[in-house]
């Protein structure tokens, strides 16, 4: 792709990134409907692109272009007012609330939306799904919060999203009647979230079918998260948000 005047005006080392973060993102798009988490052309991946001594940049798909058809070079480069840098489509419609994210979370390196079945079922009902399981506990640090109702279209989402994760452990929050976003270190965590989120409200849903689900003490997931965040893994599963 031919870069435009503005993303030709960033340093190389910005640039050669700005493609690096494009294949990835695109990428990372096939993951969600590999794991059923979006239908048609529903749902999106970013990824913030820092620059160093200006404003970041995000990477994020195309509107309404269907996950076949995606390619590196038709992701499309947004500052973080949502404003489009470099891309020959219109960015998607969620930019301006992913955007929001990055400016007010600088620890967040990753955003994803879906409207995966049964968290957006709990996001339609407005209620959190409970910590009940100790993968909850490892990747959440306690329930999945909602967020407010808000519109599409300006950053709204984005404000619903920054005033509810802000003071959580949780690396997800089901918008009330829209479905779940989540945040990352990088958009791959954020991906991970966006798995893990669907498939704890999946099967607390399920429990709550055979009765009232067993709730897990604080402290006991206090520790659980703990130990996940700092101690699994190879060392690549600190909070984002802790």
Known sequence: MTSTPGLAAYPSEVREEVERVRALVCDLHAELPRWGLVVWTAGNVSQRVRVPGGEDLLVIKPSGVTYDDLTPESMVVCDLEGNLVDGSRAPSSDTAAHAYVYQHMPQVGGVVHTHSTYATAWAARGEEVPCVLTMMADEFGGPIPIG????IGDDSIGRGIVETLRDSRSRAVLMRNHGPFTIGRDAKDAVKAAVMVEEVARTVHISRQLGEPLPI??????????RYQNVYGQGDSAPVNP
């Not at 407010?148 to 519109?151: D, H, K, S, T, W």
């Not at 003490?217 to 703990?226: C, E, G, P, T, W």
């Open 148 to 151: 407010p109702f808000a519109l």
């Open 217 to 226: 003490a604080q402290s006991d997931i206090d520790s659980l998260y703990a």
